[in-house]
C-alpha cells in the first residue's frame, strides 16, 4: 500500500533554476531518468489539518541564500547526484514556520540539497559525474515555495510522474 504525503519544497530563483532544470534534463535523458523540478526538500507530512495553500498563506520569509557546499552522490534513488548546501539560520527559521504552520515538531534539515539524477546505477559512475559538473556559481537563492503530493518515499520514475504541485508560494525579498 502507497501512501500520499505533503512535500514542502524551496525551489531555486531565477537563473539558477533554468541552469537546474537544464542539467537534470540533459541527465535524465542521457541515463533515462526521470525528469523532475529542481527543489530542495525541506520535509514531508502526512498530516491534512488544513489545506497546503492555507498553511502556505501563513508564511512570512524572504529569499533565502545558500552556500553550495559540493557536488555529491549517494546510494538513495532521490539522492543519485546532488548539489549540498550550508544549512543556514534563514533555512532552519523558514523550515521552522512551516512545521508551525503544520502542527508538527520542528527538526534539523539534515543534509539541505538539490538533486540532479534520480537513478540507480554504479558507485563508479555517480562519482564520475559528480566530479565531471562545475557549477557557474558558488551561491544560490531560493525565492518559492511548493507543497508537493507525492507517494512517500519516491523510488522509481513512475513515481516521480506522479507528483502534484497543489500549492505555491513566492517568498518576497
Sequence with gaps: ???????????????ERELFREIIRILANQFDGPRFEPHLTLFATAAARQSSRKILEQIDAKPIRLRVREI????????????RFVRTPA?????????LATK??????????????YKRMPISAKKDLASAIQLP???VDFNLI???RCISSTQTCADVAGWRVVATKSLSG
Excluded at 533555512?91 to 512545521?99: F, G, H, N, S, Y
Aim: proline share 7%.
Design 146 to 148: 511548493r507543497a508537493v
Design 137 to 139: 556559481f558558488t551561491e
Design 72 to 83: 555529491a552522490f549517494s546510494s538513495k534513488f532521490t539522492k543519485t547526484l546532488f548539489v
Design 104 to 117: 508538527l515538531p520542528a527538526g534539523v534539515l539534515r543534509d539541505p540539497h538539490v538533486s540532479l539524477l
Design 91 to 99: 533555512l532552519d527559521d523558514l523550515k521552522a514556520k512551516l512545521r
Design 1 to 15: 500500500m502507497t501512501k500520499r504525503v505533503t512535500v514542502y519544497w524551496l525551489t531555486p530563483a531565477e537563473p
